[in-house]
């Protein structure tokens, strides 16, 4: 199948004064759309993997032929990952549910799950992602590396953030701790305790 770049489920200025529209439109319409457009021309002519999904192809690394095998593990990281971040940034959710419940059990707070998560995403060397991943029933904060994906190595995420650069330099500079505390203004969490529904 050929992979397209999914529509925001709400406009780019949507997460301001939080996330600014000019930094959403860029990390959307060109950072995200490159993704999905070498991903496609990374996989083009092998029809076995034209058929999967970036998330599938992300599971499977090991069967993906070596010569194209970075190539969709940098692209489809990066359209599966934005994909999977898109929807998880809505203002005004409260922090409620399931997943909520097994954060406190977890962590004490979410106060504390904030500071955990938090020093995660800022001290993370370089580009790359934060995610509270769910796996055997327990929740973990972990980082991954540029546009590597918690899926390749069989966890499944529920709240995922870029710590790319480009998804905060605009407004932030080089204030990363800024920017990853405007991301809890920011947080869907009904978005994300159906993820945590479908992982559990």
Known sequence: MLHVLPPLPYDYNSLE?????????????????????????ALGGHKEFEALDADEL???LDRIPEDIRTAVRNHGGGHSNHSFFWPLLKKNVPFGGAVSERILKQFGS????????????????????????LDQGKLEIMTT????????????????LDVWEHAY?????NRRPDYIKAFFEVINWEKVNEHFYKAG
């Open 17 to 41: 004064p939080f996330i600014d529209e000019e930094t959403m439109r860029i990390h959307h319409t060109k950072h995200h759309q490159t993704y999905v457009d070498k991903l496609n021309a």
């Open 58 to 60: 992300l599971k499977n």
């Open 110 to 133: 979410l106060e504390k799950f904030r500071e955990d998560f938090s020093n995660r995403a800022a001290l993370l060397f370089g580009s790359g992602w934060t995610w509270l991943t």
């Open 145 to 160: 590396a540029n546009q590597d994906s918690p899926l390749s190595v069989g966890k499944t995420p529920v709240l995922g």
């Open 169 to 173: 330099y605009l407004k932030y500079q």
